[in-house]
Protein backbone atom coordinates (compact mmCIF):
# COMPACT_ATOMS: atom_id res chain seq x y z
CA UNK A 1 0.00 0.00 0.00
CA UNK A 2 2.77 2.53 0.94
CA UNK A 3 4.56 1.52 -2.02
CA UNK A 4 1.45 2.52 -4.22
CA UNK A 5 1.15 5.35 -2.48
CA UNK A 6 4.68 6.33 -3.25
CA UNK A 7 4.19 5.67 -6.80
CA UNK A 8 1.22 7.94 -7.05
CA UNK A 9 3.14 10.62 -5.76
CA UNK A 10 5.99 10.19 -7.48
CA UNK A 11 3.29 10.13 -10.44
CA UNK A 12 2.10 12.77 -9.90
CA UNK A 13 5.31 14.81 -9.03
CA UNK A 14 6.41 13.62 -12.46
CA UNK A 15 2.89 14.99 -14.34
CA UNK A 16 3.31 18.25 -12.54
CA UNK A 17 6.58 18.57 -13.36
CA UNK A 18 5.74 17.90 -16.92
CA UNK A 19 2.57 20.52 -17.44
CA UNK A 20 5.46 23.35 -16.02
CA UNK A 21 7.50 22.04 -18.89
CA UNK A 22 5.18 22.21 -21.23
CA UNK A 23 3.72 26.12 -19.91
CA UNK A 24 7.32 26.80 -19.53
CA UNK A 25 8.06 25.25 -23.24
CA UNK A 26 4.99 27.27 -24.60
CA UNK A 27 6.25 30.24 -23.00
CA UNK A 28 9.41 30.46 -23.99
CA UNK A 29 8.18 29.85 -27.75
CA UNK A 30 5.95 33.09 -27.76
CA UNK A 31 9.05 34.93 -26.55
CA UNK A 32 11.51 33.47 -28.56
CA UNK A 33 9.58 34.66 -31.92
CA UNK A 34 10.14 38.54 -33.15
CA UNK A 35 7.85 40.97 -31.41
CA UNK A 36 6.16 43.70 -33.40
CA UNK A 37 5.19 47.36 -32.95
CA UNK A 38 2.41 48.77 -35.26
CA UNK A 39 1.67 52.36 -35.51
CA UNK A 40 -1.90 52.89 -35.97
CA UNK A 41 -3.42 56.39 -36.54
CA UNK A 42 -6.72 55.59 -33.96
CA UNK A 43 -7.85 54.62 -30.13
CA UNK A 44 -10.37 51.55 -30.33
CA UNK A 45 -14.26 53.24 -30.00
CA UNK A 46 -14.95 50.85 -27.59
CA UNK A 47 -14.12 47.12 -26.67
CA UNK A 48 -17.37 45.19 -27.51
CA UNK A 49 -17.30 43.81 -31.19
CA UNK A 50 -21.09 43.70 -31.53
CA UNK A 51 -20.84 47.54 -31.06
CA UNK A 52 -18.23 47.84 -33.56
CA UNK A 53 -18.71 52.16 -34.52
CA UNK A 54 -15.56 52.25 -36.83
CA UNK A 55 -13.17 50.70 -39.62
CA UNK A 56 -10.09 51.46 -37.37
CA UNK A 57 -11.66 49.14 -34.42
CA UNK A 58 -11.12 46.43 -36.90
CA UNK A 59 -6.92 46.76 -36.07
CA UNK A 60 -7.77 44.46 -32.96
CA UNK A 61 -10.84 43.34 -33.26
CA UNK A 62 -10.10 41.73 -36.84
CA UNK A 63 -6.94 39.67 -35.05
CA UNK A 64 -8.56 39.26 -32.35
CA UNK A 65 -12.00 37.72 -33.31
CA UNK A 66 -12.95 35.47 -35.88
CA UNK A 67 -16.48 34.10 -37.68
CA UNK A 68 -17.81 31.23 -39.11
CA UNK A 69 -16.47 32.12 -42.53
CA UNK A 70 -14.24 35.12 -43.15
CA UNK A 71 -11.58 36.07 -45.99
CA UNK A 72 -8.03 34.61 -46.86
CA UNK A 73 -5.26 36.97 -47.88
CA UNK A 74 -6.13 37.93 -51.26
CA UNK A 75 -9.73 38.35 -50.86
CA UNK A 76 -10.97 34.96 -51.40
CA UNK A 77 -13.76 33.50 -48.95
CA UNK A 78 -11.93 30.55 -46.23
CA UNK A 79 -13.90 28.81 -43.62
CA UNK A 80 -13.10 29.87 -39.99
CA UNK A 81 -14.92 28.95 -37.16
CA UNK A 82 -16.96 26.19 -39.19
CA UNK A 83 -15.31 23.56 -41.49
CA UNK A 84 -17.93 23.89 -44.00
CA UNK A 85 -21.26 24.70 -45.03
CA UNK A 86 -24.25 23.51 -46.96
CA UNK A 87 -26.92 25.26 -49.02
CA UNK A 88 -30.35 24.22 -49.40
CA UNK A 89 -31.42 24.28 -53.09
CA UNK A 90 -33.65 27.41 -52.42
CA UNK A 91 -30.87 29.56 -51.04
CA UNK A 92 -31.97 29.95 -47.61
CA UNK A 93 -30.91 27.24 -45.05
CA UNK A 94 -27.31 27.47 -44.22
CA UNK A 95 -26.13 24.20 -42.55
CA UNK A 96 -22.67 24.62 -40.52
CA UNK A 97 -20.28 22.24 -39.55
CA UNK A 98 -18.14 23.65 -36.77
CA UNK A 99 -14.96 23.17 -35.93
CA UNK A 100 -14.13 20.91 -32.87
CA UNK A 101 -11.45 21.68 -30.22
CA UNK A 102 -11.04 25.02 -30.38
CA UNK A 103 -11.04 27.40 -27.24
CA UNK A 104 -11.33 30.60 -26.37
CA UNK A 105 -8.00 32.80 -25.41
CA UNK A 106 -9.36 32.87 -21.63
CA UNK A 107 -9.84 28.70 -22.03
CA UNK A 108 -13.43 28.27 -22.89
CA UNK A 109 -14.20 26.20 -25.46
CA UNK A 110 -15.84 27.19 -28.34
CA UNK A 111 -19.37 25.23 -29.78
CA UNK A 112 -23.00 26.04 -31.29
CA UNK A 113 -24.18 27.80 -28.25
CA UNK A 114 -21.22 30.53 -28.62
CA UNK A 115 -22.86 31.05 -32.75
CA UNK A 116 -26.63 30.93 -31.03
CA UNK A 117 -25.78 33.41 -28.55
CA UNK A 118 -23.47 35.49 -30.85
CA UNK A 119 -26.85 35.83 -33.18
CA UNK A 120 -28.93 37.03 -30.56
CA UNK A 121 -26.46 39.18 -28.74
CA UNK A 122 -25.58 40.88 -32.16
CA UNK A 123 -29.37 41.65 -33.38
CA UNK A 124 -30.34 42.87 -29.69
CA UNK A 125 -32.13 46.17 -29.74
CA UNK A 126 -29.79 47.05 -26.91
CA UNK A 127 -26.37 46.45 -28.51
CA UNK A 128 -27.34 48.39 -31.43
CA UNK A 129 -24.61 46.37 -33.84
CA UNK A 130 -24.04 48.99 -36.64
CA UNK A 131 -22.89 45.96 -38.85
CA UNK A 132 -25.72 43.69 -38.68
CA UNK A 133 -27.64 45.33 -41.76
CA UNK A 134 -24.42 43.38 -43.51
CA UNK A 135 -25.98 39.84 -42.31
CA UNK A 136 -27.63 39.24 -38.85
CA UNK A 137 -31.20 41.08 -39.52
CA UNK A 138 -31.25 38.83 -42.25
CA UNK A 139 -31.12 35.32 -40.12
CA UNK A 140 -34.32 34.22 -39.01
CA UNK A 141 -33.12 31.42 -36.60
CA UNK A 142 -30.47 29.42 -35.54
CA UNK A 143 -31.15 26.07 -34.74
CA UNK A 144 -28.44 24.27 -32.34
CA UNK A 145 -28.04 20.81 -34.43
CA UNK A 146 -25.35 19.49 -31.76
CA UNK A 147 -22.93 20.87 -30.54
CA UNK A 148 -20.87 21.26 -33.40
CA UNK A 149 -23.48 22.06 -36.03
CA UNK A 150 -26.08 24.99 -36.27
CA UNK A 151 -28.63 25.28 -38.99
CA UNK A 152 -29.05 28.79 -40.23
CA UNK A 153 -32.55 29.46 -41.83
CA UNK A 154 -32.42 33.54 -43.64
CA UNK A 155 -35.55 35.63 -43.94
CA UNK A 156 -34.74 36.18 -47.41
CA UNK A 157 -32.34 34.50 -50.44
CA UNK A 158 -29.14 36.56 -49.63
CA UNK A 159 -25.92 35.51 -52.12
CA UNK A 160 -23.64 37.20 -50.28
CA UNK A 161 -24.43 35.66 -46.56
CA UNK A 162 -20.85 33.90 -46.29
CA UNK A 163 -18.82 37.19 -47.73
CA UNK A 164 -20.62 39.50 -45.47
CA UNK A 165 -19.79 37.25 -42.32
CA UNK A 166 -16.38 38.79 -42.50
CA UNK A 167 -16.28 41.90 -40.09
CA UNK A 168 -19.46 41.45 -39.73
CA UNK A 169 -20.48 38.66 -37.21
CA UNK A 170 -17.58 38.42 -34.55
CA UNK A 171 -18.15 34.95 -32.38
CA UNK A 172 -17.81 36.05 -28.69
CA UNK A 173 -18.21 33.50 -25.73
CA UNK A 174 -21.65 33.04 -24.00
CA UNK A 175 -20.04 31.90 -20.87
CA UNK A 176 -17.93 34.89 -20.70
CA UNK A 177 -20.30 37.38 -21.98
CA UNK A 178 -22.83 36.48 -19.64
CA UNK A 179 -20.06 36.17 -16.83
CA UNK A 180 -16.76 37.85 -15.88
CA UNK A 181 -17.61 40.35 -19.36
CA UNK A 182 -20.65 41.25 -19.18
CA UNK A 183 -19.83 44.62 -17.90
CA UNK A 184 -18.52 47.09 -20.50
CA UNK A 185 -16.27 48.75 -17.99
CA UNK A 186 -14.33 44.92 -16.83
CA UNK A 187 -14.42 43.39 -20.17
CA UNK A 188 -11.51 42.04 -22.08
CA UNK A 189 -11.52 41.19 -24.95
CA UNK A 190 -11.61 37.40 -25.73
CA UNK A 191 -12.17 35.97 -28.87
CA UNK A 192 -10.61 32.53 -31.08
CA UNK A 193 -8.60 34.65 -33.38
CA UNK A 194 -4.37 34.37 -34.08
CA UNK A 195 -3.49 36.94 -31.55
CA UNK A 196 -4.46 37.04 -27.89
CA UNK A 197 -5.53 41.05 -25.98
CA UNK A 198 -3.19 41.49 -23.02
CA UNK A 199 -3.54 45.18 -21.91
CA UNK A 200 -4.67 48.56 -23.09
CA UNK A 201 -3.62 51.98 -22.51
CA UNK A 202 -5.84 55.28 -23.49
CA UNK A 203 -4.62 56.93 -26.21
CA UNK A 204 -1.09 55.13 -25.67
CA UNK A 205 -1.03 51.65 -26.94
CA UNK A 206 -2.46 48.37 -27.52
CA UNK A 207 -1.04 45.12 -26.60
CA UNK A 208 -1.60 41.57 -28.29
CA UNK A 209 0.39 38.63 -28.14
CA UNK A 210 0.20 35.33 -30.58
CA UNK A 211 -1.97 32.76 -29.80
CA UNK A 212 -0.01 29.50 -29.80
CA UNK A 213 -3.43 27.42 -29.27
CA UNK A 214 -5.12 29.37 -32.89
CA UNK A 215 -6.71 26.24 -34.66
CA UNK A 216 -5.62 27.22 -38.04
CA UNK A 217 -2.23 29.80 -38.64
CA UNK A 218 -0.52 30.40 -35.62
CA UNK A 219 1.54 33.96 -36.07
CA UNK A 220 5.40 33.90 -36.71
CA UNK A 221 5.50 37.13 -34.66
CA UNK A 222 5.09 36.75 -30.91
CA UNK A 223 4.38 40.12 -28.45
CA UNK A 224 2.28 42.87 -30.88
CA UNK A 225 2.10 46.47 -29.80
CA UNK A 226 0.08 48.87 -31.32
CA UNK A 227 1.26 52.27 -30.77
CA UNK A 228 -1.69 55.15 -30.93
CA UNK A 229 0.00 58.00 -33.04
CA UNK A 230 -2.27 60.63 -34.53
CA UNK A 231 0.21 62.46 -36.12
CA UNK A 232 1.14 60.92 -39.72
CA UNK A 233 4.84 62.20 -39.98
CA UNK A 234 5.31 60.72 -36.47
CA UNK A 235 4.20 57.71 -37.67
CA UNK A 236 6.62 57.34 -40.73
CA UNK A 237 9.45 58.65 -38.51
CA UNK A 238 8.91 56.00 -35.82
CA UNK A 239 9.42 53.52 -39.36
CA UNK A 240 12.00 55.39 -40.58
CA UNK A 241 14.18 55.18 -36.98
CA UNK A 242 13.16 51.42 -36.26
CA UNK A 243 11.00 52.54 -33.56
CA UNK A 244 8.13 50.91 -35.22
CA UNK A 245 8.09 48.10 -37.59
CA UNK A 246 5.14 48.46 -39.51
CA UNK A 247 3.24 51.92 -39.67
CA UNK A 248 -0.54 52.21 -41.02
CA UNK A 249 -2.41 54.90 -42.89
CA UNK A 250 0.75 56.63 -44.82
CA UNK A 251 -0.98 59.52 -47.33
CA UNK A 252 -0.01 59.26 -51.03
CA UNK A 253 2.25 62.00 -50.68
CA UNK A 254 4.65 61.14 -48.87
CA UNK A 255 4.83 57.69 -49.70
CA UNK A 256 5.71 59.04 -53.11
CA UNK A 257 8.03 61.27 -52.15
CA UNK A 258 9.89 59.28 -49.92
CA UNK A 259 9.65 55.54 -51.93
CA UNK A 260 12.01 52.80 -50.52
CA UNK A 261 14.97 53.24 -48.48
CA UNK A 262 17.33 50.63 -47.14
CA UNK A 263 16.11 50.42 -44.15
CA UNK A 264 12.05 50.85 -44.85
CA UNK A 265 9.84 50.62 -47.70
CA UNK A 266 6.56 51.28 -48.37
CA UNK A 267 3.99 48.39 -48.95
CA UNK A 268 0.54 49.18 -50.58
CA UNK A 269 -2.91 47.17 -49.71
CA UNK A 270 -5.41 46.87 -52.54
CA UNK A 271 -8.75 48.40 -50.87
CA UNK A 272 -12.42 48.54 -52.31
CA UNK A 273 -12.57 51.62 -50.00
CA UNK A 274 -14.63 54.29 -52.15
CA UNK A 275 -14.41 58.21 -52.30
CA UNK A 276 -17.32 60.12 -53.21
CA UNK A 277 -19.31 63.26 -52.54
CA UNK A 278 -22.80 62.57 -52.16
CA UNK A 279 -25.14 64.49 -53.61
CA UNK A 280 -28.57 64.86 -51.30
CA UNK A 281 -31.22 64.73 -53.42
CA UNK A 282 -33.62 65.30 -50.08
CA UNK A 283 -31.54 68.65 -50.10
CA UNK A 284 -33.10 72.63 -49.43
CA UNK A 285 -32.22 72.92 -53.43
CA UNK A 286 -34.57 71.42 -56.14
CA UNK A 287 -32.30 71.22 -58.57
CA UNK A 288 -30.09 68.15 -56.60
CA UNK A 289 -33.33 65.81 -57.61
CA UNK A 290 -32.38 66.31 -61.57
CA UNK A 291 -30.52 63.36 -63.00
CA UNK A 292 -29.07 65.79 -65.72
CA UNK A 293 -27.74 68.07 -62.85
CA UNK A 294 -25.83 65.27 -61.44
CA UNK A 295 -24.65 63.99 -64.79
CA UNK A 296 -23.26 67.18 -65.27
CA UNK A 297 -21.52 67.89 -61.64
CA UNK A 298 -19.34 64.53 -63.13
CA UNK A 299 -18.87 65.85 -66.21
CA UNK A 300 -17.01 68.75 -64.94
CA UNK A 301 -14.48 67.09 -63.40
CA UNK A 302 -11.20 66.52 -65.07
CA UNK A 303 -10.89 63.20 -63.05
CA UNK A 304 -7.36 61.67 -64.26
CA UNK A 305 -5.44 64.89 -63.46
CA UNK A 306 -7.30 65.09 -60.36
CA UNK A 307 -6.35 61.29 -59.62
CA UNK A 308 -3.06 62.13 -60.35
CA UNK A 309 -2.64 65.81 -58.27
CA UNK A 310 -4.56 63.99 -55.44
CA UNK A 311 -4.27 60.14 -55.01
CA UNK A 312 -1.01 60.16 -57.04
CA UNK A 313 -1.85 57.01 -58.61
CA UNK A 314 -2.08 55.06 -54.85
CA UNK A 315 -5.58 53.87 -55.85
CA UNK A 316 -8.27 53.00 -58.91
CA UNK A 317 -9.48 56.05 -60.72
CA UNK A 318 -13.64 55.91 -61.05
CA UNK A 319 -14.75 57.77 -63.95
CA UNK A 320 -17.68 56.25 -63.45
CA UNK A 321 -20.14 54.48 -60.67
CA UNK A 322 -17.74 53.89 -57.48
CA UNK A 323 -17.02 50.24 -58.86
CA UNK A 324 -13.62 48.82 -60.23
CA UNK A 325 -12.69 45.35 -61.91
CA UNK A 326 -12.57 43.63 -58.72
CA UNK A 327 -15.95 44.00 -57.72
CA UNK A 328 -18.40 41.79 -58.73
CA UNK A 329 -20.23 42.82 -61.81
CA UNK A 330 -18.32 45.49 -62.84
CA UNK A 331 -15.54 44.12 -65.33
CA UNK A 332 -15.86 45.83 -67.16
CA UNK A 333 -17.19 48.77 -65.45
CA UNK A 334 -19.80 51.19 -67.33
CA UNK A 335 -17.89 53.80 -70.01
CA UNK A 336 -16.82 56.80 -68.13
CA UNK A 337 -18.81 60.30 -67.75
CA UNK A 338 -15.53 61.47 -69.50
CA UNK A 339 -14.41 65.43 -69.14
CA UNK A 340 -16.82 67.37 -71.00
CA UNK A 341 -17.24 71.06 -69.38
CA UNK A 342 -19.06 73.06 -71.91
CA UNK A 343 -21.68 69.78 -72.62
CA UNK A 344 -21.64 70.24 -68.43
CA UNK A 345 -22.57 73.55 -68.70
CA UNK A 346 -25.54 72.85 -71.67
CA UNK A 347 -27.31 70.18 -69.64
CA UNK A 348 -27.59 72.88 -66.46
CA UNK A 349 -28.80 75.21 -69.19
CA UNK A 350 -31.36 72.76 -70.30
CA UNK A 351 -32.16 71.74 -67.01
CA UNK A 352 -33.02 75.14 -66.35
CA UNK A 353 -30.59 74.93 -63.57
CA UNK A 354 -30.42 77.80 -60.51
CA UNK A 355 -26.76 79.63 -61.67
CA UNK A 356 -27.57 82.29 -58.38
CA UNK A 357 -28.40 79.97 -55.75
CA UNK A 358 -24.88 78.45 -54.04
CA UNK A 359 -24.53 74.50 -53.61
CA UNK A 360 -23.16 73.82 -50.65
CA UNK A 361 -20.32 71.17 -50.39
CA UNK A 362 -19.79 69.44 -46.54
CA UNK A 363 -16.48 67.94 -46.00
CA UNK A 364 -13.79 66.78 -43.24
CA UNK A 365 -10.36 68.45 -42.25
CA UNK A 366 -8.03 65.56 -43.37
CA UNK A 367 -6.61 65.74 -39.62
CA UNK A 368 -8.16 62.64 -37.97
CA UNK A 369 -9.96 61.35 -40.68
CA UNK A 370 -9.82 58.19 -42.92
CA UNK A 371 -10.07 60.56 -45.96
CA UNK A 372 -6.45 61.07 -47.94
CA UNK A 373 -6.46 64.54 -48.87
CA UNK A 374 -10.19 65.21 -47.71
CA UNK A 375 -9.68 69.02 -47.74
CA UNK A 376 -7.63 69.42 -51.26
CA UNK A 377 -10.25 66.31 -52.91
CA UNK A 378 -13.19 68.97 -51.75
CA UNK A 379 -11.61 71.98 -52.95
CA UNK A 380 -10.47 70.61 -56.23
CA UNK A 381 -14.33 69.69 -56.26
CA UNK A 382 -15.45 73.21 -55.28
CA UNK A 383 -13.20 74.44 -58.28
CA UNK A 384 -14.34 72.70 -60.94
CA UNK A 385 -18.02 72.96 -60.62
CA UNK A 386 -16.85 76.66 -60.62
CA UNK A 387 -15.52 76.47 -63.59
CA UNK A 388 -19.02 75.67 -65.58
CA UNK A 389 -20.59 78.60 -63.74
CA UNK A 390 -22.25 76.85 -60.71
CA UNK A 391 -21.77 79.05 -57.06
CA UNK A 392 -20.15 77.03 -54.08
CA UNK A 393 -20.15 77.56 -50.71
CA UNK A 394 -17.28 75.18 -49.45
CA UNK A 395 -17.40 74.02 -46.07
CA UNK A 396 -14.53 72.03 -44.43
CA UNK A 397 -15.40 70.60 -40.75
CA UNK A 398 -13.23 69.30 -38.24
CA UNK A 399 -13.52 65.53 -38.85
CA UNK A 400 -15.56 64.71 -35.46
CA UNK A 401 -18.42 67.55 -36.32
CA UNK A 402 -18.34 66.03 -40.31
CA UNK A 403 -18.99 62.49 -38.77
CA UNK A 404 -22.08 63.61 -36.43
CA UNK A 405 -23.57 66.23 -38.09
CA UNK A 406 -23.28 65.06 -42.06
CA UNK A 407 -22.21 61.29 -41.91
CA UNK A 408 -24.70 59.96 -38.98
CA UNK A 409 -25.86 56.65 -39.32
CA UNK A 410 -29.39 57.43 -39.22
CA UNK A 411 -32.44 59.01 -41.08
CA UNK A 412 -32.91 61.97 -41.83
CA UNK A 413 -30.11 63.77 -43.24
CA UNK A 414 -29.50 67.07 -43.04
CA UNK A 415 -31.25 69.10 -45.44
CA UNK A 416 -28.85 71.85 -45.52
CA UNK A 417 -26.25 70.15 -47.16
CA UNK A 418 -26.27 69.84 -51.35
CA UNK A 419 -23.07 67.62 -51.98
CA UNK A 420 -21.45 65.93 -49.05
CA UNK A 421 -17.90 64.12 -49.05
CA UNK A 422 -18.26 60.20 -48.32
CA UNK A 423 -15.71 57.38 -47.66
CA UNK A 424 -17.49 53.54 -47.86
CA UNK A 425 -15.82 50.71 -47.85
CA UNK A 426 -16.55 47.31 -49.42
CA UNK A 427 -16.10 44.57 -47.26
CA UNK A 428 -15.29 42.47 -49.91
CA UNK A 429 -16.18 42.02 -53.80
CA UNK A 430 -19.80 41.73 -53.31
CA UNK A 431 -21.34 45.20 -53.83
CA UNK A 432 -24.82 44.26 -52.24
CA UNK A 433 -24.11 45.03 -48.57
CA UNK A 434 -22.67 48.87 -49.18
CA UNK A 435 -25.36 50.09 -51.78
CA UNK A 436 -28.11 48.78 -49.38
CA UNK A 437 -26.23 51.42 -47.13
CA UNK A 438 -25.09 54.17 -49.60
CA UNK A 439 -27.92 54.30 -51.99
CA UNK A 440 -30.91 52.73 -51.11
CA UNK A 441 -33.56 54.96 -49.76
CA UNK A 442 -33.30 55.88 -45.72
CA UNK A 443 -30.10 53.61 -45.86
CA UNK A 444 -27.87 54.27 -43.11
CA UNK A 445 -25.49 56.42 -45.22
CA UNK A 446 -27.43 57.27 -47.80
CA UNK A 447 -28.60 60.76 -49.32
CA UNK A 448 -30.28 59.57 -52.63
CA UNK A 449 -33.69 58.19 -52.79
CA UNK A 450 -35.25 56.16 -55.81
CA UNK A 451 -37.58 53.30 -55.58
CA UNK A 452 -36.80 51.70 -58.64
CA UNK A 453 -33.00 51.22 -57.91
CA UNK A 454 -34.20 50.46 -54.41
CA UNK A 455 -35.78 47.11 -55.80
CA UNK A 456 -32.92 46.78 -57.83
CA UNK A 457 -29.81 47.14 -55.49
CA UNK A 458 -32.54 44.98 -53.32
CA UNK A 459 -32.99 41.71 -55.51
CA UNK A 460 -29.24 41.27 -56.49
CA UNK A 461 -28.13 38.97 -53.44
CA UNK A 462 -31.54 37.25 -53.88
CA UNK A 463 -30.16 35.70 -57.15
CA UNK A 464 -28.85 32.33 -56.66
CA UNK A 465 -27.62 31.54 -60.15
CA UNK A 466 -24.06 32.97 -60.12
CA UNK A 467 -24.17 34.00 -64.53
CA UNK A 468 -28.00 35.37 -64.12
CA UNK A 469 -26.19 37.30 -60.73
CA UNK A 470 -23.45 38.60 -62.53
CA UNK A 471 -25.39 40.08 -65.44
CA UNK A 472 -27.91 41.24 -63.53
CA UNK A 473 -25.25 43.65 -61.03
CA UNK A 474 -23.66 44.75 -64.40
CA UNK A 475 -27.08 46.07 -65.57
CA UNK A 476 -27.82 47.45 -62.16
CA UNK A 477 -24.10 49.14 -62.40
CA UNK A 478 -25.49 50.83 -65.92
CA UNK A 479 -28.25 51.97 -64.06
CA UNK A 480 -26.55 53.39 -60.89
CA UNK A 481 -24.31 55.18 -63.88
CA UNK A 482 -27.41 56.65 -65.39
CA UNK A 483 -28.62 58.21 -62.20
CA UNK A 484 -25.74 60.17 -61.25
CA UNK A 485 -26.77 59.71 -57.35
CA UNK A 486 -22.62 61.08 -56.12
CA UNK A 487 -19.70 63.07 -57.55
CA UNK A 488 -17.85 59.47 -58.49
CA UNK A 489 -13.97 59.58 -57.45
CA UNK A 490 -11.81 57.28 -57.04
CA UNK A 491 -11.06 54.58 -54.38
CA UNK A 492 -7.86 54.35 -52.76
CA UNK A 493 -4.57 51.79 -51.67
CA UNK A 494 -4.11 51.52 -48.33
CA UNK A 495 -0.52 52.71 -47.83
CA UNK A 496 2.20 51.11 -44.90
CA UNK A 497 5.40 51.77 -44.19
CA UNK A 498 7.46 48.72 -43.13
CA UNK A 499 11.42 48.18 -41.98
CA UNK A 500 13.14 46.56 -44.60
CA UNK A 501 13.49 43.34 -42.35
CA UNK A 502 9.51 42.62 -42.48
CA UNK A 503 8.13 40.79 -45.52
CA UNK A 504 4.05 41.28 -45.56
CA UNK A 505 0.84 40.86 -47.78
CA UNK A 506 -2.18 43.26 -46.66
CA UNK A 507 -5.26 41.49 -46.73
CA UNK A 508 -7.40 42.13 -49.82
CA UNK A 509 -10.02 44.88 -49.33
CA UNK A 510 -8.88 44.85 -45.55
CA UNK A 511 -9.30 48.22 -43.77
CA UNK A 512 -7.10 47.16 -40.82
CA UNK A 513 -3.99 45.70 -40.78
CA UNK A 514 -4.07 41.82 -40.61
CA UNK A 515 -1.22 40.76 -39.07
CA UNK A 516 -1.40 36.86 -39.23
CA UNK A 517 0.90 36.59 -42.24
CA UNK A 518 3.74 38.75 -41.23
CA UNK A 519 7.65 37.72 -41.18
CA UNK A 520 9.75 39.90 -38.97
CA UNK A 521 13.56 38.78 -39.78
Not at 141 to 147: L, Q, R
Given at each position: MKEGLIRMRSFAQAAAVLLAFVASAASSFAQTRPSLIVAVPSELRGTDPHKISAGSDDNVFGNV???LYGLDIDGSLMPQLAESVKVSDDGLVYDFKLREGVTFHNGDPFTAEDV???WKRGTDPQILNPRAILMLRNVA???????FRVRMTLKAVDAGTLYNMAGGFYIVSRKYMEGEGKDDATRKMIGTGPFKFVERKINEYIKLTANEKHWGQVPKVGDVTLRIVPDTQARFAMVQTGEADIASFIPAFIASKE????????IRGKSLVNVFMNIHVRSNNPDMKKPEVRRAFNMALDRPNLFKAIALGFGTLHDGASCGPAVFGCDPPPAG???DPKAARKLLEDAKFDFSRPVRIVAPATAGGNIPQARETAEAVSYSLQQIGVKTDLVIKEYAAWLAEDQQAKQPKNPAGDIVMSVVQDNNINPGARLKR???TDGIFSWFSDPELDNVINRLDTISSEQERLEFARQMWARIHDLSPSIFLWSYDLIYAARSNIEWTPQ???????LRNVVKK
Open positions: FENLYSNIEIVDPGNAKDYKIYGYTLVFAAFHAV
